[in-house]
């Protein structure tokens, strides 16, 4: 099919539910909270919005624990708060976007319990993956997989079978090579499509099959998140799964598009999750992933855009998710984003300079934004919001951090509740008077939206004004992708280019990673991440557009 996707160079703002507003006070963000909210959204110029799980669950995983996939958590509201909820968004021209989480269910889904009442042998335990243990009286896990929140893969139920859970041991993985799983989906898939929704994002997409016989992985297999070849991910039985599904997503009008979430070890093993006939897109972790160093940009830039090229796919961008230290924290500290620097929490990032952080968040904002492609936001980069780190540990909710015995602080102090305004929390989070479920810091009053709205210097005009730029200069869908035309060397300490659309119009954007200013045009701006003190200079840590 030749027509360009919506999706082509759509903005995607993702809504974390739990912490983005709680209009019934219980301390928990909800849907009527989002809906509530949504003028903020339209008017940050955004395309879509990606809302993550709030289907029934007992949240031992933040909501990827489901219970129930056609429902809604009475937590976050009701299935007419969300339809309410699309209604809405569409009025504002907003897309929506939702989480489907194949790979897992929760351990309270009917499913699962009907299998552990069944007991072994039975048709019930066939769409999980049940196996007798290794070893004298079967004591020993079925093979050596580690969960990627820590620990064994696999848990033990009285009757003596181990059932298989790549994350928590509430979260049992579903057998792929079952008919009934298989058909099940794709009905989900399209309950929520006839509801209106105009994509998904799919959790783990990498994840749903397994090697036959579930064989011991390699010792390498055990990082964090990192993407390193083992025998449960990435293994070339998911793509039948997405060629379904893009035929059940092309059936639909207007256009339903599908985004993998896929940590693998490289942009090609990304790329085939996009070919023609399977998704739409896959977010770029080596982006995400990427240290604060212009030839490492330039590399990932470049190869993410020919990779994806080759198979004539749209490149996407993003830098923080609820999985990741956030980037404002993160990109001062020198290390990537991903395995332990991403998602522990802690780590180098902790002790890292917060004013550099929010620099370098800012600079890497306008050179995400100036790029071909999708971008993706996660909500709170805007106000520049960092990693929370100090959370007590008596409010930490995250897997990672209960799996771990806390040697990981997790991937809470990157949900911490947004603040929308006031000088003390819930900074209108929730209602007056209610509690977060997490806490927010003191310092924050001076970060909430109203705190930013009017100051031209803030973050959240920065991001503002950059997006509406792009939607006026960069935007323009039903036209081919632009393309990048590099001005620097690759081993320059600084990135420049300019995204030069067919009819050759563009964006010039200077990113400084160096620690020396840079020369840079002297033409009028239309906008830097910070004053800059000298005309024809560009200072370290920071970016700036020109017509290109
Ligand atoms: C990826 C999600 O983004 C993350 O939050 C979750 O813990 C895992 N998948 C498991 O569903």
Redo the contacts with the bound molecule.
């Keep these: 099919m030749s027509r360009i996707s919506w999706s082509r160079d759509a903005v995607i703002y993702q809504i974390y539910v739990r912490s983005f507003a709680d209009a019934d006070g219980d301390g928990i963000g909800d849907l009527l909270g989002v809906a509530s909210r949504l003028d903020y959204v339209r008017d940050l110029a955004v395309d879509a919005i990606w809302l993550t799980p709030f289907y029934p669950s007992p949240m031992a995983?933040?909501g990827?624990d489901v219970a129930d996939f056609r429902g809604v958590d009475p937590r976050f509201g009701t299935l007419a708060d969300f339809d309410k909820l699309v209604m809405e968004a569409h009025a504002r021209g907003l897309r929506v976007i939702i989480d489907l989480?194949p790979?897992?269910t929760s351990s309270a889904h009917p499913w699962f319990t009907a299998a552990v009442a069944a007991g072994p042998g039975s048709p019930e335990r066939a769409r999980f993956h049940f196996r007798p243990g290794r070893g004298p009286d079967g004591a020993q896990p079925p093979n050596n997989w580690q969960s990627i929140f820590g620990g064994p893969a696999w848990t033990r139920l009285p009757d003596g079978e181990w059932y298989l859970h790549l994350?928590a041991s509430e979260?049992p993985d579903l057998n792929w090579d079952h008919p009934e799983v298989r058909a099940e989906f794709a009905d989900i898939l399209r309950f929520w499509l006839d509801r209106g929704v105009d994509g998904i994002r799919i959790?783990?997409a990498h994840g749903m099959v397994k090697a036959p016989g579930l064989p011991d992985a390699g010792a390498a297999s055990v990082e964090l998140l990192a993407g390193a070849e083992t025998p449960y991910f990435d293994q070339d039985g998911v793509h039948e799964i997405y060629r379904e599904w893009r035929s059940i997503l092309d059936s639909y009008t207007p256009e339903r598009i599908a985004v993998a979430?896929a940590w693998l070890p490289n942009v090609e093993r990304a790329a085939r999750y996009v070919r023609p006939g399977e998704l739409h897109q896959a977010f770029n972790f080596h982006f995400l992933g990427t240290p604060w160093s212009a030839p490492a940009y330039r590399d990932v830039i470049d190869t993410s855009l020919a990779v994806m090229g080759e198979v004539g796919a749209t490149t996407t961008w993003v830098l923080s998710?609820?999985?990741v230290v956030r980037h404002a924290s993160r990109l001062a500290a020198g290390i990537g984003g991903t395995a332990g620097g991403a998602t522990a929490g802690g780590g180098p990032a902790a002790t890292a300079d917060p004013a550099l952080g929010l620099r370098r968040a800012r600079a890497a904002a306008l050179l995400m934004l100036a790029l071909p492609g999708s971008a993706y936001l996660y909500q709170g980069e805007e106000l520049g919001l960092p990693e929370v780190f100090d959370l007590p540990d008596e409010c930490r909710e995250d897997p990672v951090f209960v799996r771990s015995g806390g040697a990981e602080l997790g991937r809470d102090g990157c949900r911490v509740p947004l603040p929308w305004s006031g000088s003390s929390p819930p900074y209108g989070f929730g209602p007056a008077g209610s509690t977060p479920w997490l806490p927010q810091p003191e310092s924050w009053a001076v970060l909430s939206v109203a705190a930013q709205a009017d100051d031209p210097s803030s973050t959240l005009n920065l991001y503002r004004r950059a997006l509406r730029l792009r939607r006026e200069r960069l935007g323009g869908r039903g036209v081919k992708p632009g393309r990048v035309e590099w001005h620097s060397a690759p081993g320059d300490a600084h990135l420049d280019f300019s995204h030069i659309r067919e009819d050759g119009t563009g964006v010039r954007c200077v990113v400084n990673l160096g620690t020396e200013p840079v020369p840079v045009p002297e033409a009028p701006r239309l906008l830097a991440s910070e004053s800059l003190p000298q005309a024809g200079l560009l200072p370290p840590d920071t970016a700036a557009w020109w017509p290109r």
């Design positions: 995983d933040g990827y989480v790979n897992h994350f979260q959790d783990v979430e998710n609820h999985d």
